[in-house]
């Protein structure tokens, strides 16, 4: 299913190759230069673009952004890809409240380097979710193999952050909501729940993995996109219909 929107509003001059769109549907989405300078230092790359000279675009792990990240060529029509996947998103129910002031970053790299991770590593983040105290961020590699792919997953940790009372990867204050997925879905009883708990498990074990990919998986069922879920956690079982309609549940009761 496509659903592209209609009623853009291009903030910067150069029609389809805009690099900041304010969404219709609440998100501003920045591509390339600009969602570099928005990101800050708080992702590198671990594998970025560089442009040798002006004819030439080509790779490095050079742990830092290149000077020239216009690399729009490699991946045309991003920014309008990923305003039509928030367009999806809406037509599935999913409430503009819980999408608002989002800021989506598509950054022109293969893979990114997160605060504290050595720059090259045996591997690199394809996405990043940063709650803060101000507006949600969400970073992808627009470069990687499947960006709206990441994005979704990413999106997914903004919104149980919004609908369900998580703060990131505590989840220790959740809501009825979120105490009836952590029941759904079977999460163990035995792993704390709490933020220092939480990020001294293993990555794929943390709760917030399970639901960020669990509801990739619901979009991907409700979008016919053959994307499979990925999870090295050993508890983890892909979700089937039951999941799916609970999720159908949570946003149709908070349509706009």
């Not at 001059?13 to 300078?37: C, F, K, L, M, N």
């Amino acid at each position: 299913m496509l659903f592209v929107s209609l009623a853009l509003l291009l903030l910067h001059p150069g029609g389809a190759r805009a690099s900041v769109v304010e969404s219709a549907y609440g998100p501003i989405i920045y591509a390339w230069s600009d969602a570099v300078a928005v990101v800050g230092d708080r992702v590198l790359p671990e594998l970025s673009v560089v442009r040798p000279s002006p004819e030439t675009l080509s790779t490095a792990e050079n742990g830092r952004w290149a000077s020239d990240a216009d690399a729009g060529a490699w991946s045309p029509g991003v920014v309008e890809r990923t305003d039509a996947l928030f367009g999806e998103l809406a037509s599935l129910g999913v409430p503009r409240e819980a999408l608002g002031g989002l800021r989506a970053c598509v950054l022109p790299a293969f893979s990114l380097r997160l605060p504290g991770q050595a720059c090259g590593s045996a591997w690199g983040a394809a996405g990043a979710y940063f709650p803060g105290t101000g507006p949600p961020l969400v970073a992808v590699a627009g470069l990687g193999l499947d960006p709206e792919r990441v994005l979704l997953h990413e999106i997914g940790h903004c919104l149980a952050d919004r609908l369900l009372g998580t703060a990131g990867y505590d989840w220790s204050c959740i809501n009825g909501k979120g105490r009836e997925y952590l029941q759904l879905r079977g999460y163990p009883a035995s792993r704390p729940l709490g933020l220092r708990g939480q990020v001294g498990l293993p990555h794929d074990c943390r709760v917030a993995e399970w639901f960020a990919e669990d509801f990739l998986a619901w979009y991907a069922s409700r979008t016919g996109r053959a994307w499979g879920v990925f999870s090295w956690d050993p508890e983890y079982r892909a979700p089937g219909e039951e999941v799916f309609a609970w999720f159908d549940g949570l946003f149709a009761r908070r349509r706009w």
